[in-house]
């Protein structure tokens, strides 16, 4: 009988040692995978709370990924290395400094992990969205890298994760952003992905979880593990934005995803802040207690 590979996806965990508003939820996260025991781990994005300000938030959210019992990776998002300059929300460009932070603390700014079990071969590609559209010299690096991991797949379903989904609602909306990936380069990552019959795009950033097929690639946003924003006038339904985690699964049906919502999960809702601040960086410090975890 063929096996199945699992994957899970967590995002926005905003992890830090100096200013722990948000690390409640992590410990439970990190029981959860010891049940699970899934095959890896994917950080879609905003591992730490101020990384580009503050690289020891990047050093503190691996050591906290260290406590997980499966082999992981995680891609940067904007508060972890910047924003490309144009749609700097936080005045925190990506550059030289930044991207080296990252790689120091986290690992590699692009990769490729292959999954292969029995007969379900897997190929997850990550990749810096703070660098579409930055003008870095590393942006233009990083495009040919995904065009190389995508041609030499061998075969293997394809997930490609981005922090930043390439877009809110209108694929062809002009509008300059911080809430996805800038116009021109969004034109590139969706169509470099449609022609290479990638199965499904996965990101984070927006803090709820969302799902659309555009033009038959599957893009999935992740819910946060860490606060929510609540609307001034929310709708009926809110579930779509509670904390949680996603999992993928890759079978005998194909590549599939489900969002789990812990019992003990909380949903802290950080919007009276980010109201008024306008971001959660600008937060006061508070410590971390010195039993976690």
Known sequence: MAKRLTIVQVSDTHLSRSHAWFTAN????????????????????????????????????????????SPWRAIAGNHDVGEAPIASRLNQPVND???????????????????????????????????MGSGHEQEAVQAAFLETAL?????????????????????????????????????????????HGVAALAAGHIHKHTERDHKGLRIITAPATSFVNMPANPPGDISHMRTGYIIWRLDADGLRHEVVRPRLFLSIDASNWTEHAKTTTSLPERPLLANFG
């Open 26 to 69: 992590w410990p439970v996260f990190v029981e959860e995978m010891r049940h699970l025991s899934p095959d890896f781990i994917v950080n879609s994005g905003d591992i730490s709370f101020n990384g580009p300000e503050r690289p020891d938030d990047l050093a503190f959210a691996v050591a906290c990924h260290r406590e997980l019992p």
């Open 97 to 131: 400094g930044r991207i080296n932070a990252w790689r120091t603390h986290v690992g590699p700014s692009w990769w490729v992990q292959d999954l292969d079990k029995d007969d379900r071969r897997l190929r997850m590609i990550g990749l810096d969205s703070a660098l």
């Open 151 to 195: 041609t030499e797949r061998d075969g293997r379903v394809t997930m490609v994760f981005t922090h930043m989904p390439p877009f809110d609602k209108d694929p062809d909306d002009a509008a300059i952003t911080t809430h996805c990936i800038l116009p021109e380069p969004r034109r590139w990552l969706i169509d470099t992905c449609l022609a």
